[in-house]
């Protein structure tokens, strides 16, 4: 099994700043794509930013050129920098990944974080 442990979510006014960071631990063979979500209030959970093994990586329109998404992968543990803070970004952050488990990878399985709250105020 996989554990996914998010940290840094917090209050911040807007236009400030807040570093998340997401660590995977278990009998990690491998961490492919790692992604954070967030779900705001009466809202579905949508896809806010997605890296690659391999570091490429994929961001929602609404905060493209404000958040960062990267990875350590020695550390199994994804980041996501978050810039000019708007109250719009105001959400549960989850933090998910695939990742394969045991001796040999077979395939991945998909995994979710507990989430963190991320609140911007006006």
């Known amino acids: 099994q996989v554990q996914l442990v998010e940290s840094g979510g917090g209050l911040v006014q807007a236009g400030g700043s807040l570093r998340l960071s997401c660590a995977a631990s278990?009998?990690?063979?491998?961490?492919?794509?790692m992604a954070w979500y967030r779900q705001a209030p009466g809202k579905e959970r949508d896809l806010v930013a997605r890296i690659t093994s391999g570091g490429s990586t994929n961001y929602a329109d609404s905060v493209k050129g404000r958040f960062t998404i990267s990875r350590d992968n020695a550390k199994n543990t994804v980041y996501l920098q978050m810039n000019s803070l708007k109250p719009e970004d105001t959400a549960v952050y989850y933090c998910?990944?695939?990742?394969?488990?045991?001796?040999?990878?077979?395939?991945?399985?998909?995994?979710w974080g507990q989430g963190t709250q991320v609140t911007v105020s006006s």
């Open positions: 278990g009998r990690i063979v491998s961490v492919n794509v």
């Open positions: 998910n990944a695939d990742a394969c488990v045991g001796a040999v990878c077979v395939f991945p399985r998909n995994y």
